[in-house]
């Protein structure tokens, strides 16, 4: 039998590839690694709702029920800011940034930004969801409190990156700039235990993902490439949870695209929450990220915490596809 490797452990013998590491990471890794767990037990509740109570409603003992999504947005905050390793906190749920002020916690060096629970309209029908995260070296003062600053850093300057898929099993998949690993939930003995090493993407792939119920409002380009992966009989497979479609394509290739339509003219995604931290975690595993508007995601200057962005995503061969077609048919004369 193989010797089981737990996250922890791995986490801790990886700290000596970095000679001057202190632990703070390795510490903030281990404390997601603790959230995910916590997330994924309630998660896996979650089709005891309908028994248990309703969101906003009571549940059978009387006490209030929460949304799913800001359950895990709490508890993501609550065992980050117990750890006394990150010294501020930005998530999709929340407007603003969180500085946090313990003493343990405001030296620290790094801020995290995370999507607790991405792909949530997905909860209710028993399909997966993902939690994203990406951590940030602090570029502020360190004397004082974080500043926006801190967490509109390009996407290039992502310290880690990763995400927890809550499936038909949970798996971690992160990234620390040297590669990608995966750790799947062994629920008998409440561990990740490494499951994927050194994981690498396709060149090309058989799938394609996108809401092809926009088709009519996607730009011509885009609309001529989903025509071209039809036609070379590609698999349309799409979750609606970005995390999920994007496992899929990282372990079989193929390439995920969120392109700008009528209602959501600059894309749908967010670049600080979803977008880079994924991009770094599939570019790390030798695959591409872009926007539609052709530029590479981890390197768009961030402009606010929510901005959102178009992006395709996936095996290197097929975004490069995608650049030409958009190349050729954007650049096609329009005749009156
Ligand atoms: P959310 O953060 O509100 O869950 O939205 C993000 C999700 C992604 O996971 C998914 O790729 C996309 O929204 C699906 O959007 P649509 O239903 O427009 O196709
Ligand atoms: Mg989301």
Request: hydrophobic share 35%; proline share 4%; with cysteine.
């Amino acid at each position: 039998m193989n010797r089981i490797i737990t996250l922890d452990e791995f986490i801790i013998r990886r700290q000596k590839d970095f000679p001057y590491a202190s632990g703070e990471l390795t510490g903030l890794l281990r404390d997601i690694g603790v959230a995910a767990k916590i997330v994924n037990r309630e998660v896996n509740k979650a089709g005891l709702v309908s028994i248990l109570g309703k969101a906003g409603t009571e549940n059978v003992s009387g006490e209030a029920v929460q949304k799913l999504d800001l359950y895990a947005n709490e508890k993501l905050i609550d065992c980050l800011k117990n750890s006394g390793e990150c010294c501020g906190i930005a998530s999709e749920e929340l407007e603003d940034f969180i500085p946090i002020q313990s003493v343990a916690s405001k030296t620290s060096k790094y801020v995290v930004v995370f999507d607790p629970l991405d792909g949530s309209s997905n909860i209710d029908v028993n399909v997966s969801v993902g939690t994203i995260f990406g951590i940030y070296r602090r570029i502020s003062d360190p004397e004082g409190p974080v500043h926006l600053e801190d967490f509109l850093q390009k996407g290039t300057e992502l310290v880690a990156a990763g995400y927890v898929l809550y499936g038909t099993s949970t798996l971690l998949v992160y990234s620390t700039g040297r590669g990608v690993n995966g750790f799947t939930l062994d629920p008998s003995i409440g561990e990740f235990c490494l499951s994927h090493t050194d994981m690498k993407i396709p060149d090309r792939g058989n799938y394609y993902s996108v809401n092809q119920g926009y088709y009519l409002k996607f730009d011509v380009e885009m609309r001529r490439y989903i025509d071209h992966c039809s036609d070379l009989n590609l698999r349309l497979r799409y979750i609606g949870s970005m995390v999920s479609d994007i496992h899929r394509i990282l372990f079989q290739g193929g390439i995920f695209m969120y392109p700008n339509t009528r209602k959501y003219p600059q894309g749908k995604l967010r670049l600080v929450y979803e977008c880079n931290p994924l991009s770094f975690i599939v570019e790390q595993a030798g695959g591409k990220a872009i926007t539609c508007q052709l530029e590479r995601v981890l390197e768009l200057p961030v402009e606010h915490l929510h901005q959102r962005i178009t992006i395709a995503i996936g095996s290197p061969a097929m975004v490069e596809e995608m650049k030409e077609f958009v190349e050729r048919y954007s650049a096609a004369p329009t005749f009156k």
